[in-house]
């Protein structure tokens, strides 16, 4: 412990992208505890070729196309001593790794009434508006929200997929992280500290504002910052924030932001039904109908599988006019 | 007669790509399967050959610009071999 | 006492313990003292026991719905586990687990799957995280003849095959899966065979016979310890009881009253392995002082679990994570 106390923090910032900070948070903790193990298919595919050729074969385990159960081998191993990082690659696959997360992780440590832990981190990436069709284009986290018992975060900037994705290998719960594909190539200032860690269930602010708050997820915030920047030429002022962990949510920092603004939209690009967007407005009816000026507004993908067609596809996912033409229907 | 240079797909995830380099410059003459391009994406930095023979007459891309894949970046007059 | 005679009084002493713990477990069940559903692995004491006593204290397991026989053939206290029966806050899963999960993490079993199959890439987990940690432990990981047509068994047999997993692989094949017979349901009948195709050792035993149970384990666990993988073991089993104690099965019966009382009469585990101690090295007055001790044994934890307190409502989110934020959440309560 005094250890981490005395070590130098260097406080120094580094540019890097998305995938890149991703990566290095996991070679990171790899490096710092023997414990973490790394376990998914074709990982140098999906972006971990650094992983593969820097650590061998007992710490970053080659997965056969078994994601049911090497889901569940990654939580046997969390049970016993290990804090494995379960790559599922693409998100779609998350149905099929579904029953151990929701069954085994979610629910052990409750049902054994706290004599067991489980501290793993499964990680997915949502592919989408790209001409994948409906099987490798899911968003598929409103599924795991209705889930008790999970920790589940989207982060969207190069920092805080870092600084997230090293809490939650530390956390000793499950922890689902939905990585959107869109954020892969965007660049940002990352902290080059080994130990800078973003706490799970805090929201960011990403432009603080007074007439519009709103509220994206995922890939969609990519295009919400975008439209503020644009509606700001126009002298309207948007407060954007980005959750960043999913569940548990931080309704204090959207409820307050509603309370100075009286107007929201709410974008991702999951299916409308029952999705975030769905229970942020619900909270907000529930708790915080006496601020709201307008009705809310949610931009999401319709109830619609996602077509193969880039011709058909381009209809399906909110854009930057969408969001644009959200806030000048509240104003 | 040109031919376009089209910024190539990678694979699953990646949907844009920026230049880091051009190997060549307006008026030169390249050959097909010669590199040409650096390209930057969000996995890894790659050549992109030229696909045909001629010279280089039209550059679409600056270096530090970002495109979405398929889109064409340069062009190749292939009628002057 | 002998190394042989005093493993023999302690498999003794445990198949006794499951027994009486699930008769009178039966018997409060009916008496509404137990609440949901409750499933007894009377006639199976052979197999889990047998299999349990070639495990060291260290070594981990995963079980079953049919849950409570596991924790005791591994050595877990009884009052706990009476009291989880009854929901009460002294259950060993403080009453969050009941009759089809009563794991015991205190004697290495990290679950008890009511998923059939559930626990299968678990048990898998287990002994690559053995195997990482660079130590000598094995997992023990039960399942039932019905969970070997679940994708797990396959995906995870294969997997701990691959590795050279520190894996037992132990079916408890009782020959229905609910009213499903193996003829019904299994296109390969025979169940160790099945391992031939994931390229590791398959061994059927009579798993009436505590000592062939524990003679396949032990060797099997030798194997595992020495970096050599694992082994399926098909322990041949009955289950006397119906599935569930009350289950109600309309039609035509699913196997024949003379079948089900030919087993209890001829296979019993426990009368097989009682003629076997008086006929080599215990005196009925030994085998007598076992079973007053494990009948007073289970009174106590009767009596435990009756005079325990049932957890409060506020209690209610306890355990739920290792550790909270902002739980529960806001307007979480309001629906309770």
């Known amino acids: 412990m005094s250890l981490a106390i005395n070590k130098p923090r260097p406080d120094t910032m580094v540019q890097m992208t998305f995938l890149d900070a991703l990566v290095q948070a996991q070679i990171e903790e790899l490096e710092r505890d023997e414990r973490v193990i790394v376990m998914g298919e074709d990982i140098a595919v999906y972006g971990g070729g650094k992983l593969v050729s820097r650590f061998d074969e007992r710490r970053i385990w080659s997965m056969p196309i078994s994601e049911t159960s090497f889901t569940g081998v990654g939580i046997g191993a969390a049970m016993t001593g290990l804090r494995p990082i379960v790559d599922l690659s693409i998100a779609s696959f998350m149905y099929l790794a579904s029953d151990p997360i929701i069954n085994q992780a979610s629910k052990l440590r409750y049902m054994t009434g706290g004599q067991v832990k489980v501290p793993v981190v499964f990680r997915c990436c949502m592919y989408y508006g790209s001409s994948l069709a409906a099987q490798h284009s899911d968003r598929p986290y409103p599924q795991f929200l209705n889930v008790p018992g999970l920790k589940i975060i989207s982060p969207t900037s190069p920092a805080d997929i870092k600084g997230l994705l090293k809490s939650a290998v530390r956390d000793d719960d499950p922890v689902l992280i939905f990585e959107d594909t869109k954020l892969w190539p965007v660049k940002g200032e990352v902290p080059t500290d080994p130990d800078h860690l973003v706490p799970i269930g805090k929201a960011e602010i990403k432009r603080a504002g007074s007439d519009v708050t709103v509220v994206a997820i995922g890939g969609a915030m990519r295009l919400a910052m975008d439209a503020a920047k644009d509606l700001a030429e126009e002298g309207i002022s948007i407060e954007l924030i980005d959750p960043r962990t999913l569940k548990p949510l931080d309704m204090d920092t959207i409820m307050a932001s509603v309370a100075k603004t009286g107007r929201l939209v709410l974008v991702e690009n999951a299916h409308r039904v029952a999705n975030l967007s769905s229970e942020i407005a619900a909270l907000i009816a529930e708790e915080g109908f006496e601020s709201l000026k307008k009705p809310i507004r949610r931009l999401c993908a319709p109830d619609v599988h996602v077509p193969f067609s880039p011709a058909l596809e381009q209809h399906v996912f909110p854009g930057k006019a969408q969001i644009v033409a959200a806030v000048k229907g509240l104003m | 007669m040109s031919t376009k240079l089209i910024l190539p797909k990678w694979g699953m995830g990646i949907e844009e790509g920026t230049v880091s380099r051009w190997l060549k410059a307006i008026g030169d003459r390249v050959e097909q399967g010669e590199p040409i391009v650096e390209i930057e994406t969000a996995k890894a930095i790659q050549e992109v050959e030229s696909p045909a023979s001629g010279v280089l007459t039209r550059i679409l891309l600056a270096e530090g610009e970002t495109a979405p894949v398929n889109s064409e970046i340069a062009e190749i007059d292939d009628s002057q071999r | ?336």
Request: hydrophobic fraction near 35%; proline fraction near 5%.
């Open chain 3, 1 to 336: 006492m002998s190394l042989t005679k005093g493993r023999d009084s302690e498999t003794y002493r445990r198949m006794l313990r499951i027994r009486k713990f699930e008769e009178e477990g039966t018997r409060l069940y009916k008496a509404g003292k137990i609440p949901g559903a409750f499933h007894a692995s009377i006639g199976q004491e052979g197999t889990i026991v047998g299999a349990c006593i070639a495990l060291c204290d260290s070594d981990a397991m995963t079980g079953t719905h049919r849950s409570h026989g596991h924790p005791i053939g591994k050595g877990a206290e009884l009052k706990a586990l009476m009291a989880e029966l009854m929901g009460k806050a002294t259950g060993i899963c403080k009453g969050r687990g009941g009759s089809m999960h009563l794991a015991d993490n205190s004697v290495g079993i990290i679950g008890e799957s009511a998923i059939v199959g559930g626990g299968i890439p678990l048990a898998t987990g287990c002994g690559l995280s053995a195997k990482v940690r660079q130590t000598d432990q094995v997992c023990l990981c039960f399942f039932g003849d019905g969970a070997v047509n679940q994708g797990t068994f396959h995906e995870s047999l294969n997997m701990a095959s691959l590795w050279k997993l520190p894996v037992i692989y132990l079916c408890e094949n009782n020959g229905y899966a609910i009213t499903t017979s193996i003829a019904r349901s299994h296109g390969q009948p025979n169940i160790a065979k099945r391992a031939e195709a994931y390229g590791m050792p398959g061994i059927a035993v009579d798993g009436q016979d505590v000592r062939e149970v524990y003679k396949a384990t032990s060797e099997a666990v030798a194997r595992a310890r020495r970096g050599d993988g694992p082994t399926l073991i098909e322990a041949k089993t009955y289950r006397f009881d119906e599935h569930q104690v009350g289950l109600f099965i309309p039609g035509t019966p699913y196997r024949h009253a003379e079948e089900v009382e030919t087993n209890k009469k001829l296979r019993d585990p426990l009368l097989l392995f009682r003629r076997a101690l008086l006929d080599t090295s215990f005196s009925e007055a030994e085998l007598h002082e076992i079973e007053s001790s494990v009948v007073a044994e289970v009174r106590d934890a009767i009596q435990f679990a009756e005079a325990s307190p049932f957890p409060p409502a506020s209690a209610l989110y306890d355990y739920m994570y290792s550790n909270p934020i902002l739980y529960p959440p806001q307007g979480a309560t309001s629906a309770v």
